[in-house]
């Protein structure tokens, strides 16, 4: 069955980084898009980051983070990373990965999916000052 695990998190001061790491299974990894989300307490669940497919690359990231956060993904571990680099505490929340098994990144990203999603547990992100 699909599988997505998140790891990384913790606790880093204000200009900070931090890499997330999202190892999944269950799945032909190459083949689809996998997105990164993330929740405040009380707030909506909010999409970060998104790379395409091995054979299309394109990554896609919210404003709030561009220029600080990259995307990337290593196939042979079957795994995606999130760098993210000059935190602020706006950017407290926990973190998750996840796909839809589609390469459809651009409404992943925005939470519009195509089948069924598929989500880890979340790793907890929490910048303080």
């Known amino acids: 069955q699909v599988q997505l695990v998140e790891s990384g998190g913790g606790l880093v001061q204000i200009g900070g980084s931090l890499t997330l790491s999202c190892a999944t299974s269950?799945?032909?990894?190459?083949?689809?898009?996998i997105a990164w989300f993330r929740q405040a307490p009380g707030k909506d669940r909010e999409g970060v980051a998104c790379i395409s497919s091995s054979r299309d690359g394109t990554t896609y990231y919210a404003d709030s983070v561009k220029g600080r956060f990259a995307i990337s993904r290593d196939n042979a571990k079957n795994a995606v990373f999130l760098q993210m680099n000059n935190l602020n505490p706006k950017d407290t929340a926990n973190y998750y990965c996840?796909?839809?098994?589609?390469?459809?990144?651009?409404?992943?990203?925005?939470?519009?999916?195509?089948?069924?999603?598929?989500w880890g547990q979340g790793t907890q992100v929490t910048v303080s000052s």
């Open positions: 269950g799945f032909t990894f190459p083949y689809y898009s």
């Open positions: 996840t796909t839809d098994l589609s390469d459809e990144c651009a409404d992943l990203i925005v939470g519009r999916i195509h089948g069924e999603d598929f």
